[in-house]
């Protein structure tokens, strides 16, 4: 519908459609899309969708629904609960197309709207971080200006900050309320605007809220960009400011804090406020007056000491503990200022007590700046909080034990050769985990070096166990002076064992657990290994290259005449036939020549049905690299491979280029 509307404009030759451009309308057709899914999943309502083309060349996208809370989930038999959502995601992406986005709320209504610029103009900085629709009726674009939205709604722009990832702030006001979120002057809204426009928030946006937050927190992998957008979430709908402390669980229970009450191995990860201005101050008087809950295992809100002297104000302050799978993982903080003409004496006034000693019934601290709906509603967004900060632990943990992992199934360093030029492209395709690709190219004593290019099936921590066992075995055995067929033979009979030894060991774990015994086949089965390995040898004028393939793809030599051949014959892979045997080829290398090894990740590159070695075409593309020294080949080899498919490739890349000097 879209498509066919900018086209019958442009058609027409109405004004400001001289200005659309190819690139212009697919940003448009993006950001349609996008808003449609995310009103269609978070409302469940019918969706009006409007297009409008400015003078100017501005597009202006908006997508309205009815209601603004989420719709129940369809129950699918395709839907399982551990797949992640496919929704939500694309709302980060709408910040990054438009130079301003934003939403306007309106009885029984919610309007999501996007301003994409014409050809040419930039989107508005820092408009590639979102909170997320209906979150807090906050986008991440502009700063500084007032203007009228779109839809006709009153927009304001000022900026929130606090730390790396925080972003400046759009947020849709009711044009019958000059007093906005804050009070026109950035300061306490008059008590009861605020209470109505809390219920009537309350009443039509809460459950769109807490869904979408869920959403957004869900995808994070890093713990301090959650801080970072719970900031954005809280901040300025249910709260003036707020601080997210942060805290090493590795401590333990018993650690939990210091003599003083205050967590141990605390840090003050992210503030904001909804006046840029007293961040500096308000992080300083933080960081001084650290929380010191009373319970630590209780997710409910206690109250935490006013910076009166850091915001020149006073107010209630509140803090709710992160728990998440019984660890204490951080504390956050939210407060709202009193109403100018709070009364003396009452909790937050001059002369009241303070908010650490105010009394704390039912789990909701009850307070004329939090009502118990706030509380409630902050302390549902600290538990989400708290297990997307589990979550992100979570993974990088996992990340930094596959990181040392394959940094241990690597050679530190790669052996130079006296006479011979290496280049080496390793690309595992989970840049987190363990990769079944590897390599070694290391000296073997007498002027000897043995080089290898292998794969494992499969990929994850078992390859990661036959690389461990086969990388050790095969430098041991070289500097044992065995030669090639030999290494490969004895390999090929490792692999064999270690799988017949798994076996028997499962085997009498599950006789031992009182289950039945294993049939013949039905136990741990050998991880196939296939692998090039070779020996090379200096001698004057140039190197003699032994070497060997069992189930690889094969190595192939370029000439300096632009000659492309292979340099070995297709054999059994490793740890599949017993007693099998392996043989070698020999050859030398000249001045000029250039041996590739590679393995199926490069020949087997897709592109919709062809691979990349299709036609012989890895040896065109090495024939192509004539005159090219090591580096360069290796280079235009991975970048040929990149550019075969439309998408990234879906397997580890590695290969070795060796050349003669």
Known sequence: MARAALADWSALGLPGTEHLTEHLTADALVVVSELVTNAVVHAGTDVEVG???????????????????????????????????????????????????????????????????????????????????????????????????????????????????ATPSTVATDPKDPDGPHGASGGPARPGRRRTRDREWLGRGALSFLAEASDLLAGQLDEDLVASLTGQLIVPRLADWCGVWLEDETLGRGAWSDDSGTAVGARLARVWHAGEGHLDELRAALEKEPPRPRDPWRSGPVGHPWPAEALGTNGTALAYRLVAGGRPLGTLVIGRADPPDQTPGAPGAPGAPDAQDAPDTGGHLASPGFPDEITGLVEDLSRRVALAIGAARQYARQATISAVLQRGLLPGAVAEIPGVR????????????????????????????????????????????????????????????????????????????????????????????????????????????????????????????????????????????????????????????????????????????????????????????RQFDDGDGLAQALAGCTGLDAELVAERIRRLVHEFGPRPPEDDLALLVLQAE
């Open 422 to 609: 290496s280049a080496l492209v390793y690309e595992p395709r989970d840049k987190g985990g363990p990769s079944g690709d590897f390599y070694d190219l290391f000296p073997a004593g007498d002027g000897r070096w043995c080089f290898a290019v292998g794969d494992v099936q499969g990929k994850g921590p078992e390859a990661a166990v036959v690389i461990g066992l086969a990388r050790p075995w095969l430098r041991l055995l070289a500097r044992e002076q065995y030669g090639v067929p030999d290494v490969l033979d004895r390999l090929n009979q490792l692999l064999l064992d270690d799988a017949t030894e798994a076996a028997d060991a499962a085997a009498r774990a599950l006789v031992a657990a009182g289950g039945p015994p294993v049939a013949p086949g039905d136990g741990p089965q050998t991880r196939f290994l296939s692998l090039l390995y070779g020996e090379l040898v200096p001698f004057e004028g140039g190197v003699r290259c032994t070497l060997a393939s069992a189930g690889h793809p094969l190595p192939l030599l370029l000439g300096p005449d632009s000659t492309v051949r292979a340099v070995a014959c297709p054999q059994t892979l490793l740890g599949v036939v017993e007693d099998a045997t392996y043989v070698s080829e020999s050859f030398e290398l000249r001045s000029g020549d250039t041996l590739l090894c590679v393995t199926d990740g490069v020949t087997e590159r897709r592109s919709g049905s």
């Open 51 to 165: 297009l409008r083309v400015e003078e100017t060349g501005t597009l202006v996208v908006e997508v309205a629904d009815r209601h603004p809370s989420r719709a129940p989930g369809g129950g699918g038999d395709h839907e399982t609960p551990h797949d992640p959502a496919e929704y939500g995601r694309g709302l980060r992406l709408v910040a990054a197309l438009a130079e301003a986005w934003g939403i306007t709320y309106r009885p029984g209504s919610k309007t999501v709207w996007a301003r994409l610029p014409a050809g040419g103009a930039e989107p508005a900085e820092g408009a590639g971080t979102v909170a997320g629709a209906g979150l807090a009726e906050a986008a991440a674009v502009g700063s500084g200006a007032e203007g009228v939205g779109p839809s006709g709604g009153a927009v304001r722009a000022g900026a929130y900050a606090g730390g790396a990832h």
